[in-house]
C-alpha cells in the first residue's frame, strides 16, 4: 500500500507491471463508458426512433396493399351497382309514363274481372332525389281475383308497391282499398342542382 502512494502520475512508465495494467484498465474502462453515452446512447435512441418509424411504415404499407388488393373486387361492385341502378331506372317511369301506367293497372284489373270504384292520385311526396307518386284504388272481386290482381301489380315492368291495404266485404264481394305508389327519380333541374 506504501508502495502504491509513492507512485507519481508522470512517472507511470517506471510503474510495476500490475499498477500500470490497473490504470490501463481503468482508462479503457472510463473510454468506454464516455464513447458508449457520447456515441453509442444517441444512435441507439436513433435506432429505436427508426424502429417505430419503420413498423408504422410497415402497417401503412400494409393497408395500402390490402387496399390496392381490394380495387378489382371494389371495382366490380361499382359496375354490379351500376347495372343494379340501370335496371331500377328502367323500372321506375317518367313524368309522361304515369298515364298508361295507371291504364296498365286498369287493364290487368280488367283482365282478371275486378270492378273499379276509384282510382285516383294522391299528393306526391317529394324526397331528396325521387318522388313518390301514390295512386288510391277502391276495387272488387272474389278473393282469387284480389290476389292475382295483387301479383301482377308487382311483376309488372315499372316498379310499383302496394301498402295501407283494407280488405272487407261488400255486395260484390271482396273490397280492397290499397295505395299503389310508384317512384320517380328527380332531374337535376328539378333537384335545384
Not at 47 to 60: F, G, I, P, T, W
Not at 73 to 89: K, N, S, T
Request: aromatic letters at 8%; charged letters at 25%; glycine letters at 6%.
Amino acid at each position: 500500500m506504501d508502495n502504491l502512494r509513492e507512485l507519481e502520475l508522470d512517472e507511470i512508465m517506471q510503474w510495476p507491471l500490475p499498477a500500470q495494467m490497473i490504470v490501463v484498465a481503468l482508462l479503457a474502462l472510463l473510454l468506454s463508458v464516455g464513447g458508449y453515452f457520447y456515441f453509442v446512447k444517441p444512435e441507439l435512441s436513433e435506432l429505436d426512433s427508426l424502429k417505430e418509424k419503420e413498423a408504422q411504415l410497415h402497417n401503412e404499407l400494409t393497408l395500402k396493399s390490402n387496399q390496392v388488393a381490394a380495387i378489382p373486387y371494389l371495382e366490380e361492385q361499382i359496375e354490379m351497382l351500376q347495372a343494379r341502378y340501370e335496371r331500377v331506372l328502367t323500372q321506375l317511369p317518367a313524368e309522361q309514363e304515369l298515364a298508361s301506367l295507371v291504364s296498365g293497372i286498369n287493364e290487368i284489373g280488367v283482365e282478371f274481372g275486378l270492378a273499379f270504384h276509384r282510382i285516383d292520385w294522391a299528393n306526391r311526396v317529394r324526397r331528396d332525389d325521387y318522388e313518390e307518386i301514390p295512386l288510391s284504388l277502391s276495387i272488387s272481386g272474389d278473393y282469387n281475383q284480389v290476389g292475382d290482381f295483387s301479383a301482377a301489380i308487382a311483376s309488372m315492368p315499372r316498379l310499383v308497391s302496394l301498402h295501407d291495404f283494407s280488405l272487407g266485404r261488400g255486395n260484390d264481394g271482396l273490397r280492397l282499398q290499397v295505395s299503389a305508389k310508384t317512384y320517380r327519380f328527380l332531374s337535376e333541374v328539378e333537384r335545384g342542382n
